[in-house]
């Protein structure tokens, strides 16, 4: 399950790290981010070495802007506070798209 974010204080602290962390932008109204909550808990069971949160995009329209948030749900990669990944809704529609985007920065964990 993924632990939700809900400042930009914690924001800041979870990107910051060594270690890399996956953050969902997503909004309440959202059907795609409603199709990807019956996969995702799957998917994620499969890189069990990373950490996933999310973030209502709705509620921080900085960090939306900042990171180029253009559709939802997204999918961002970060390491050292640098985004090194964005995986846009257009192509996080199914199991395997996004399976395949997270092996990719996470390979040793398949």
Known sequence: M???????QQFDKHIAGKKRVVIKFFADWCPDCKRM??????VLKEFS??????INRDNFPELTEQYEVMEIPSLLVFKNGIKIGHLHSANA????EVTDFLAGYFTNTR
């Open 49 to 54: 070495s990373f950490t996933f949160y999310q």
């Open 93 to 96: 529609k199914t199991p395997e």
């Open 37 to 42: 909550a019956f996969f995702i808990e799957s």
């Open 2 to 8: 993924a632990e939700d974010i809900m400042n930009k």
